[in-house]
C-alpha cells in the first residue's frame, strides 16, 4: 500500500467523519432555533445558534470536498500540500474557463468587431511610444485607415528598435516595460528578438491555460485533477542583452506560470534542466514512476522521439535509479537542481512497480505508452512534421493525438475545436489575441501586397499570415506562416497550417512547396516495401561542395533518412522523385522539360543523421530543442556540408 494510497484513504475518512458530525450538530442546532424561535426564549440565543449551524454548514461542505477528494484518482507521490494547490487551481481553471469560453464564443460571432476593437486599443495605447509617434498611431481610428496607413512589415523593419531596447531604452515600442526578449526559433531562418511584456505573457497565458484545454475536456475525458501529466520540456539558454534584459526562448517558461508546473509529473526543479538528453531522462524518470499518468505533452512532437529513443536506451538505468533514489552520475545536471530531484526520489521507490516496469521494458517497446500506463488517455503536440502519426504507430499505440493550438513566438494565433478530427488540423483564429490579415498566395511576393481582413477571406484559398500584436509592438508583420482556409466557425476563420513560406525550393522561379515534396516522397516511397521514410530535407545544388556537385544545371538534392532495407533502390530513386515532383508542380515539369532544372538527387543518411542534425542547428543557432521543427529546406552551405557528413555509404 502506497503513501499516497494511505493519505487518500485518510483524507476520505476523516471527511465523512466532519461530515456526519457536522450534519448531526446542525440538525440539533436548527431545531434548537426554531424552538428559541417560537417561544421567543433567551434573546440572542437563537442568534448564537444561528451562527453556529452556519459555521458546521461550511465544515459539511468542507467535509463533503474531503470526501470527493479521496473518491478521485491519484498520481503516486502526491503529498498534501500539492493535493491543496493541485484542487485550487483546478476550481480556479474550472471558473475562468467557463468565462473565457464564453468569450470567446461570443466573439467568433462579432469576429471583426472584436479585430477592431483590439488593434484600435493597441493603437491608442502604444500612440505616445517613440514607434507611435513615427507612424502616428493615435491618427488611425479604423481598421481601413490601420491597412492604409501602417505598411506590412518584416522584422528588419523593427531591428532598429529592437536594437535600442537591448541597450536600455524604454518606450519604444511598447508603452509597458520589456520582461524580457523572446527569440524565434531560428530553425527555418535568423533568429528574430520579439519584446515581450507582462500583456504578451498573459496573451499567451490566457488562452492557453484556460481556452485551449477546457475546449478539449468538453470532447475528451478530462481524468482526474490529481493525475499528472508527463511534461517533456528543455529549458532555453538565456542571454543578456546589454541593458540586462534577457533574451531567451518563446517557449521559456514564466516565473509567474511556475505554480501550474504542480500538474506535472515532474518536480518543478526538473524544468531548469537546459540540456535535452538530461531533461527527457529526468522527465521520463518520474513519469515512468506513476502508475496513473493521464496525458503527456510537448511543444513539437519530433522532441517525444527522441525522449522515447531515451528510454529505450537507457531504461535499465532509469530502474536503478528509481531504486537507489539517486540521479546516475553521469548527468549532467547543475548541483542545485540534482539535489532537489534526488530529495524527491529517496525512499520512494515502489519495488512492485519497477518489476512490472522491468517485465514491460523487457518486451519491446510496441505500444508501450499504453502498456505502462492503463490509465494514459491523450498526448499533445504540434506536429508541422508529421511525426505524430509514426509515434502513434510505435510507441503510443491506442493513445489518441491532438493538436490543441495554433501558437508560435509572435502570438497566439488560434485554437482546435475539433481535437478528434484527424490531420491536418484546423484552428478556428482567436479574435482578441492578434489582428489577422491575410496576403493571397499568389501576391506574397509582392512588398506592397493586398491583405485581407477575416471577413474577405474565402474557403479553399490559401494564404500567407499577416499578424499585428500591440502588446509587443509588431503591426501588419509578415512572420512567414502559410494558412489555407477550410471553414468558418460563426465569423471566425478556421485555417490549416501549410508551410513556412521560406521554406519554399526556387531555382527557377518553380516555386515547389513542403506540401508538393512531401507528397512527391511519400508516393515514392509507397513504391518499395519494407522500407518507411523516416526524416527528410531538401538544399539547392548552389550550395553543395564543388566536390559534390554534379555537371549541368542546378538541381534539388533531398537528403533522406530511412527505416528497414533499401538495398539498390538507390539506382532508382532519383529518376521516381523527378517523375513525382513533376506530377505535382506545373512550373517544375516546364523547366524539367526545357532542362532548366536538372534531375533531383537523393542522399540516404545514416540512422540518427537527422538528430545530429539538429544538435548541430541547435548549437550554431538561436533554435532550441523545444521549439526545433526540422528545417525541410536547408539555407546554408554549413549545414548541407553538415548533412553530407552524415551520408551512408
Sequence with gaps: MTTTYQARVCLGVIGSIITACSLHRILRSWTGLVVLWWYDLEDGSSLLLFFEGIVLLLCTVLGLVFVHISSLTWSDHLDASSVYLIYQLSLITKIVSFFTIKSFKNQTKKFMQTQEKYILHGLRYNQNTIYGK??????????????????????????????????????????????????????????????????????FGKPIIFLAPSISKKTLS???????????????????????????????????????????????????????????????????????????????????????????????????????????????????????LEEKLKGKCNPDRVQFLRREFEKGFDGIGKRIWPKLRIWFGTDLNRCAERIGNTYMKGVTFASERYVGTEGFYGVNLTILRPPPHRYTLVPDSLLFEFIPIEESEKSNANAFFGDQVKVGQTYELVVSNWTCGLYRFRFGDVIKVVDFYNEAPVVEFQYRYGQLMNLRGEKVDEVCMRKALENTFKQFSGITLIEYACAESLLMPDSAKRQGPHYYVVFVEVEGNKGDIGEHISTLLDAELCEHGALYKMWRSQNGIGTADVVFVKPGGFARLKNYIVDNSTATFNQFKQPRKLKTEGTVAFILGQASD
Design 134 to 203: 513615427e507612424f502616428h498611431l493615435g491618427d488611425i481610428h479604423s481598421l481601413e485607415e490601420f491597412k492604409t496607413r501602417h505598411p506590412l512589415t518584416t522584422y528588419s523593419h523593427y531591428e532598429k528598435y529592437v536594437d535600442r531596447i537591448c541597450a536600455g531604452d524604454t518606450n519604444v515600442m511598447t508603452k509597458d516595460d520589456v520582461v524580457r526578449l523572446a527569440l524565434t526559433s531560428g530553425t527555418t531562418g535568423k533568429g528574430k528578438k520579439i519584446p515581450y511584456t507582462n500583456q504578451t505573457v498573459w496573451g
Design 222 to 340: 478530462p481524468g482526474s485533477p490529481f493525475q499528472r501529466t508527463l511534461n517533456f520540456h528543455v529549458r532555453p539558454k538565456s542571454l543578456p542583452s546589454e541593458s540586462g534584459i534577457s533574451v531567451q526562448a518563446g517557449s521559456t517558461i514564466s516565473p509567474s506560470h511556475k505554480k501550474y508546473l504542480l500538474i506535472y509529473s515532474t518536480p518543478i526543479s526538473g524544468f531548469d534542466i537546459s540540456t535535452e538528453f538530461e531533461a527527457c531522462y529526468v522527465h521520463l524518470l518520474f513519469g515512468i514512476r506513476d502508475r496513473f499518468l493521464k496525458s503527456m505533452t510537448v511543444l513539437f512532437t519530433p522532441l517525444l522521439i527522441t525522449a522515447f529513443k531515451i528510454l529505450e536506451t537507457h531504461w535499465e538505468q532509469m530502474l536503478t535509479d528509481i531504486e537507489r533514489g539517486s540521479l546516475w552520475s553521469k548527468l549532467n545536471i547543475p548541483v542545485e537542481v540534482r539535489a532537489d
